[in-house]
């Protein structure tokens, strides 16, 4: 695990990274705050689970509300105002629920499109629809080139990770930490990082993707 300031070098234990949470550590440095959210990710991961599960969804969609619970987590941390165990994760199951909400607006607004690209494309790279992001509906073959230009914008880490994440098998965060030799945590910031810098990349390409939770 890494380490950070704070005295937090040699944090391990999930529960104690929760406890320090819950008594303000929401707000500590980026740096320190990491090493909390890397030790604290299994409880955060299975609780997030557990609370998505309950609703009923399709499994993608319950993988994409995960992910974005965990975006909010980041977002948000700063004006997390509890002090105990019990208003951190009321603090976290709502985050959980308004991901849970978010998604199923963001279905009904735009359904995942299945069309005439999903039989493959002449550049012999991944089609469109299989994108699975969920902010990233490609359903113009320029707009895919525009995607494919981006990706190659992102630096090599992060391309893997994105790949190995979005792009067939579409292995989980903690799959792909098993295939980098680091932390599901780990693989979530920079998943995050890369996603953050996609869109912009889009964005300044005149193809507007909503981008408000990286804010």
């Not at 994409?64 to 975006?71: G, H, P």
């Not at 550049?123 to 525009?146: H, M, N, V, W």
Request: hydrophobic letters at 40%; aromatic letters at 10%.
């Amino acid at each position: 695990m890494a380490s950070g300031g704070s005295g937090l070098i040699g944090l391990e234990d999930p529960r104690l990274a929760i406890e320090r949470l819950a008594l303000g550590g929401m707000g500590e440095s980026q740096e320190a705050f990491w090493v909390l959210f890397d030790a604290a990710w299994p409880l955060l991961e299975r609780f997030a689970k557990a609370r998505i599960a309950r609703k009923g969804l399709q499994e993608t969609l319950a993988k994409d509300c995960a992910q974005n619970a965990f975006e909010r987590v980041c977002k948000y941390r700063a004006g997390y105002r509890g002090t105990t165990e019990g208003e951190f994760w009321a603090w976290f199951g709502k985050i959980c629920d308004n991901a849970v909400r978010t998604a199923l607006q963001k279905e009904r607004r735009h359904p995942r499109p299945v069309s005439d690209l999903d039989q493959g494309d002449e550049f012999g790279l991944l089609t469109p629809s299989k994108c699975s992001y969920p902010d990233i509906a490609i359903e113009t073959q320029d707009a895919f080139r525009a995607l494919e230009a981006c990706m190659q914008e992102v630096d090599e880490v992060g391309q893997t990770v994105m790949r190995l994440r979005y792009w067939p098998p579409q292995l989980s965060q903690r799959c792909t930490a098993e295939l980098l030799g680091c932390s599901p945590a780990q693989v979530f910031k920079l998943e995050h990082r890369s996603l953050k810098s996609l869109l912009k990349c889009l964005n300044a390409k005149g193809i507007e993707y909503a981008d408000d939770m990286f804010a």
